[in-house]
């Protein structure tokens, strides 16, 4: 008997040793809308994805960024964007974005162009979960890489709109920003929610960046880890939370602008690298 006592006492320890053991920062294995997370009748389904096994995007989802018709009243992340072949590359299925130093101004007369991609106007995404698996090869002083949304059909003027930024980074930094913007937060400046999160990282390594848009709230993740979360709080009074609604996705290098800094041509080129895109809902 004591023998069965002690072996018994032994079991109940090892539970509670794996019990607090547990990632207290890890999320429900199913985030989701409305639904319990233990409604085992439903789970996350693979809606849509993108491998960029190229040779060449795929035209009824993405569209390259085109350069602004007026380029002194553009905004500054869209200032050298182009379409020049020179800012893409399909390599071992995975697409480079670049930005270069522009040696043939003969058609471009700017000194640094860039590569970006989105889905404006031909593929939205309604709330649910988009996961990008990427890397920033490189940092240069002006370089400026990101991974946004804007709302698919915007029905008001920026910020009220919307906005999220799953990913920015700035020149060589060992951190990243993931940052929301509304007429709550940019316009009436209130932090309650704060707005904004860095995450250190290593953005040389590859790693899967994950955005989960919920009714009540977005969550962010790096690599299965939550690292910023946005709640609707007082039920989105002064348009606190505009971001349950469909979205395009803007994947791009960018170079240059008041918060990132002027361009050093010669730290140049940089890349930012995507290999997949995967958007589930929870069905």
């Given at each position: 008997?004591?023998?069965?006592?002690?072996?018994?006492t032994?079991?109940?320890?090892?539970l509670?040793?794996?019990?607090?053991?547990?990632?207290?920062?890890?999320?429900?294995?199913?985030?989701?809308?409305?639904?319990?997370?233990?409604?085992?009748?439903?789970?996350?389904?693979l809606?849509?994805?993108?491998?960029?096994?190229?040779?060449?995007?795929?035209?009824?989802?993405?569209?390259r960024?085109?350069?602004?018709?007026?380029?002194?009243?553009a905004?500054?992340?869209?200032k050298?964007?182009?379409?020049?072949?020179?800012c893409?590359?399909?390599?071992?299925?995975?697409?480079?974005?670049?930005?270069i130093?522009?040696n043939?101004?003969?058609?471009?007369?700017?000194?640094?162009?860039?590569?970006?991609?989105w889905?404006?106007?031909?593929?939205?995404?309604?709330p649910?979960?988009?996961?990008i698996?990427?890397?920033?090869?490189?940092?240069?002083?002006?370089?400026?890489?990101?991974m946004?949304?804007?709302?698919?059909?915007?029905?008001?003027?920026?910020p009220?709109?919307?906005?999220?930024?799953?990913?920015?980074?700035?020149?060589?930094?060992?951190?990243?920003?993931?940052?929301?913007h509304?007429?709550?937060?940019?316009?009436l400046?209130r932090?309650?929610?704060?707005?904004?999160?860095?995450?250190?990282?290593?953005?040389?390594?590859?790693?899967?960046?994950?955005?989960?848009?919920?009714?009540?709230e977005?969550?962010?993740?790096?690599?299965g880890?939550?690292?910023?979360?946005y709640?609707?709080?007082?039920n989105?009074?002064?348009n606190?939370?505009?971001?349950?609604?469909?979205?395009?996705l803007?994947l791009?290098?960018?170079?240059?602008?008041?918060?990132?800094?002027?361009?050093d041509?010669?730290?140049?080129?940089?890349?930012?690298?995507?290999d997949?895109?995967k958007?589930?809902q929870?069905k």
């Open positions: 008997m004591k023998k069965l006592t002690a072996l018994a032994i079991l109940m320890f090892s509670l040793l794996s019990a607090c053991s547990k990632d207290d920062n890890e999320a429900p294995a199913n985030p989701n809308d409305e639904n319990k997370d233990d409604d085992t009748s439903k789970s996350w389904v809606e849509w994805s993108d491998d960029f096994n190229g040779p060449a995007l795929d035209e009824t989802v993405w569209s960024i085109p350069a602004p018709d007026n380029i002194a009243s905004p500054d992340w869209m050298n964007q182009s379409t020049d072949d020179r893409y590359e399909f390599r071992d299925g995975v697409l480079a974005l670049k930005g130093v522009n043939n101004n003969e058609s471009d007369s700017r000194p640094t162009i860039c590569g970006g991609i889905t404006t106007g031909k593929k939205a995404f309604a649910g979960r988009i996961v698996r990427a890397r920033l090869v490189n940092g240069a002083q002006g370089a400026w890489p990101a946004w949304m804007m709302p698919f059909k915007a029905t008001t003027s920026w009220a709109c919307g906005e999220i930024d799953i990913l920015e980074r700035l020149n060589h930094d060992q951190f990243i920003y993931q940052t929301i509304s007429h709550y937060a940019n316009t400046g932090t309650d929610p704060p707005k904004s999160k860095t995450v250190s990282l290593d953005p040389s390594q590859w790693h899967e960046y994950e955005l989960y848009i919920k009714s009540k977005l969550i962010f993740r790096i690599d880890r939550t690292t910023f979360e709640p609707k709080v007082n989105g009074a002064d606190q939370f505009p971001f349950y609604t469909s979205w395009d803007r791009d290098m960018q170079l240059g602008g008041s918060w990132v800094g002027a361009v041509p010669a730290q140049l080129p940089v890349e930012m690298e995507i997949w895109v958007y589930y929870w």
